[in-house]
C-alpha cells in the first residue's frame, strides 16, 4: 500500500499533532481524492452531534479571542501528487488535512502546528476528540457516496 499524507508532512514538516484516518470503502476508487475531500469536509453535511462541537468551537473561540470559523477553512485548496490538500494557516495554529485514496480505502492525514498558548489551549480538547470526529465525518461522506461495505446480513429484507 502508498503511504498516506505525504503532503501533510511536507507542508509541516515537524507537525505539534499528527494523525492518519482510515475507513474502508468499496467504492474508494470511483470518486476521485478531491471528491473525497468535499464530501467529508462538508459543513453542511456534518452529522449533527459534530455540529453541536463545531458551535462549542465559536464559543471557545470567542473566549480566547480567535477569529470565528469559517467553512471556507475546509475547502479543498489544491490537489498534490494524488492527494486532495485542505491547508488553513489561523492565529492559533495551522492544519493542513490530506484525503488520499487507496484501493477499498480512503485515508485522511491531518498535521497540525499550533501557535502559542492559545492554539494549545484551543487543541487539548480537538486533540482528544479527532479521530471520533474525522471517522463520523468519514463515514457520514461514505453514506453520500455509497461507499459503505454491507454484509450479507445486512442485505437480507
Known sequence: MEPTGLVAFTLIPRPDFAATTTVSAANAADHTAERWAREIFSVPALPAW?????????????LLRLPPGDPAMLAVDRVVDG?????????????????????????????????????KLYFAPVR???DTVTRA?????????????TSPAAARP
Open 50 to 62: 459534530v455540529k453541536a462541537l463545531f458551535a462549542g468551537r465559536e464559543v471557545a473561540a470567542k
Open 83 to 119: 492527494e486532495a490538500v485542505i491547508d488553513t494557516d489561523d492565529r492559533h495554529l495551522r492544519f493542513v488535512a490530506t484525503v488520499r485514496i487507496t484501493p477499498g480505502l480512503v485515508h485522511v492525514t491531518t498535521a497540525v502546528r499550533l501557535k502559542g498558548w492559545r492554539g
Open 128 to 130: 482528544l476528540l479527532h
Open 137 to 149: 465525518m468519514m463515514i457520514s461522506a461514505l453514506h453520500r457516496l455509497g461507499g459503505l461495505r
